[in-house]
């Protein structure tokens, strides 16, 4: 076990814990919400904006980058850290999750999955094998197997059809991790501007290995025609590297069916995964549904490994599901919100563009001590969007991160404390 | 004269000068580039960020705030300092350029300018007295006279008439606003959020005074149809303020005509305004051409008041004309180039869509020391672009803004280090 969590406080009542999470970019303080960076960015945020909200950790989207700029742009260029230039801890998804979400772009096989670039409708291939070498060129903390999430609702058959499948697509997956990890070097940029004192995640051997499926081989990268460069066809400094290889998650699927959650976890557990993820929830099932599933599959996974509870959710959400067992969370509700008008506040939902707004001089939230309500006024931001000025999304955006990352820092802080009740049944009273 | 302008340094040889210019929201060195906050933001960027970029004074437009969200907005909200939450120095232009730089929107009588708004096509009228009132509500530190600009080319009696006209709306305006600072009270949103606070500019009783122009009456503000509030009338709180009214700036015209412009000088000395601007420059005439008109006007200029280039320029302008005389500058360059990929370095544009930048680690440029070049490469700045990413104009814009701020603060050490003829031979040598 390569990623090393500890649980620093928990709450005897309800199971939910604070905890610190050691990456090879540094420390994670859990529970804690993880903005999404979709294509190496978090939509109109400067990595020193993020820095300043004290967000600690990034997810990006492997799908996303895999086809713009591409994975092996990425690779030679030392990796997602350097180039976004952010040097703190960061987590990608398999890309399994948008070519599914994409309907019409995907068609599942044994071997992995067909999909169409949403860009220029170029045929490319997924497969667990090739999710991790992806990943592994990316160069994340954290990394995802590939996993066949179903939506809701979907008939019985169809979800346990998925909870077997992305068993043996976790089980693939590890080996392949576990086969790169193994080889003798693998190699990186390292060529120095900008955060040049960092280490480089580990960029494996990306030869394609003989045991490659199949469907994989005739899969061509049409993005990117380039074949993969070994480290001797690398147009940049390459030297051994020893760092640790990234930590793999594995994912629990099986829809609401608390059974066949059951046979998930019993399945992903088998395979000793660093983390382990709870997929296929807030896909459409009602929220009492979510809630009683994220408690059951939390409770069957080991405590001392962190729990991470996929694409969830609102405000109350965190809330709810960190009282359930869950450490880590990723949504675009708060940068995808802000970017159409819509700003959390203590007081609810805000939608700026209301005309209402359009001379009220207070705050998005009074009660907020963001960047954002120490200096602007509601009047001010809805103008900026009715104009149809940047500024307006920027600004909510920063306030929305801070509202979530400050929720999670009170959620963490009453754990410390002892006082995770009191805070749960307050937030409960006020939602 | 309300407007101290102190000349701290000049150089014998060009009579290029270093100045202090104090207006009541602090004091502007000289010479300055003043970024263009067209709706009252300048795009992409945070207040906070222009802070931090070093930017001492703001250009809003007339024109866009009077249509949206509205000047009578802007009074009740305490002025667009309080607005835009930026508490330094701003200056507003007349509105004149935007409506007759959209040709078709536009038609000059003696009176003033009818034009349709470019947002929903409603009729409005622009008097020089109307000018004033409008920029009284919005209450910058600094305020312009109605102009009529012409394009180049244009006939000498085109030129003439609009150099007459100008001089004329020029009395109109400073006897308009020497009417209003002459009356009793002023009235301002005082109210306290965020900035409360700095002192409110003034913003003048806006009783539509008798003597206006019969036109003015037939021009409904159809987008903002309630009625100008009287101080008793309006919907925050109100007090007597003694601010110091805002400086009125006079414009001189004559296009590249040596005569006109003497003629357009001594029109506007005559009133004796606060500072003197430089119109109908960089409208298409060769560069060699505005230089030295830009050097022939400024000249015949009085040494104590602040000349403002308006419109102007590119870096390399930026030096030549602080070489003729000139202490003010505003342009829309840095920021609408930065939002078409084209950032301004030492070493000429670098157009950063561009494929050869796709794996180029550099900085934007490799010898600025901006946050954006101390921080991203130039792959991931061109990704940003190419993926369709806010951060990428974000980021171009605010290396731009430094560029152009980083070159008028080492334009002015050489004034102050009497070393500007060094500085002036070197940026030739260079451009």
């Known amino acids: 076990m390569g990623l090393r969590f500890e649980i620093v406080a928990e709450d005897k009542a309800t199971g939910a814990r604070a905890g610190l999470l050691h990456t090879p970019h540094g420390i994670v303080e859990t529970p804690v919400f993880m903005p999404v960076g979709t294509a190496g960015t978090v939509k109109g945020m400067t990595q020193g904006q993020l820095e300043e909200l004290g967000v600690q950790i990034l997810l990006a989207n492997t799908y996303h980058l895999y086809l713009r700029p591409g994975y092996e742009t990425i690779r030679e260029l030392g990796g997602l850290h350097r180039f976004m ?122 030869q394609p290995p003989a045991s490659e499926p199949q469907a994989s081989k005739q899969s061509p990268i049409t993005n990117h025609p380039s074949p993969i460069a070994s480290p001797q ?71 001392d490994r962190p729990r991470y509870l996929m694409g969830v959710g609102t405000p109350e959400d965190l809330v709810e599901c960190v009282a359930r067992g869950i450490d880590m969370f990723d949504c675009v509700l708060p940068t995808r919100n802000a970017r159409n008008g819509s700003a959390f506040t203590s007081q609810g939902k805000v939608i700026i563009k209301n005309t209402k707004y359009a001379r009220d001089e207070s705050a998005l939230d009074p009660a907020c001590e963001c960047p954002v309500c120490r200096r602007y006024s509601r009047s001010y931001i809805r103008h900026l969007f009715v104009a149809g000025e ?25 754990l410390l404390f002892g006082a995770f009740a009191e805070f749960h049944s307050r937030a409960r009273s006020q939602a």
Chains 1, 2 share one sequence.
């Not at 801070?402 to 009170?410: A, L, Q, S």
């Open 390 to 414: 940047m500024l307006g999304a920027i600004l909510t955006t920063q306030h929305n991160l801070h509202f979530y990352v400050d929720r999670m820092r009170k959620i963490r802080q009453s």
């Open 85 to 206: 230039a952010w040097p703190h801890p960061t987590l990608t998804d398999s890309g399994g999750f948008q070519v599914l979400s994409l309907k019409s772009l995907g068609r599942v096989t044994e071997d992995g999955v067909w999909f169409k670039s949403h860009l220029d409708g170029s045929s490319h291939f997924l497969s667990p094998e090739r999710a991790i070498e992806v990943q592994l060129a990316l160069g994340a903390d954290i990394i995802m197997t590939l996993d066949e999430c179903v939506a809701y609702p979907a008939s019985r058959e169809a979800v346990q059809r998925a909870v077997k499948l992305t068993g043996r697509w976790a089980r693939r997956a590890k080996e392949k991790l576990s086969a790169l990890s193994s080889q003798p070097s693998a190699s990186g940029g390292t060529k120095g501007w900008g955060l040049g004192t960092r280490e480089t995640p580990l960029v494996a051997d990306t």
């Open 233 to 303: 066809q690398s147009t940049i400094d390459n030297r051994q590297l020893a760092i640790p290889a990234p930590s793999l998650f594995g994912i629990v699927q099986g829809g609401v069916d608390k059974d066949l959650r059951r046979e998930s976890v019993e399945a992903v557990l088998e395979l000793e995964f660093e983390g382990y993820a709870l997929g296929g929830l807030s896909v459409g099932e009602p929220k009492a549904e979510m809630y009683e599933v994220a408690e059951y599959t939390a409770q069957l996974l080991p405590r």
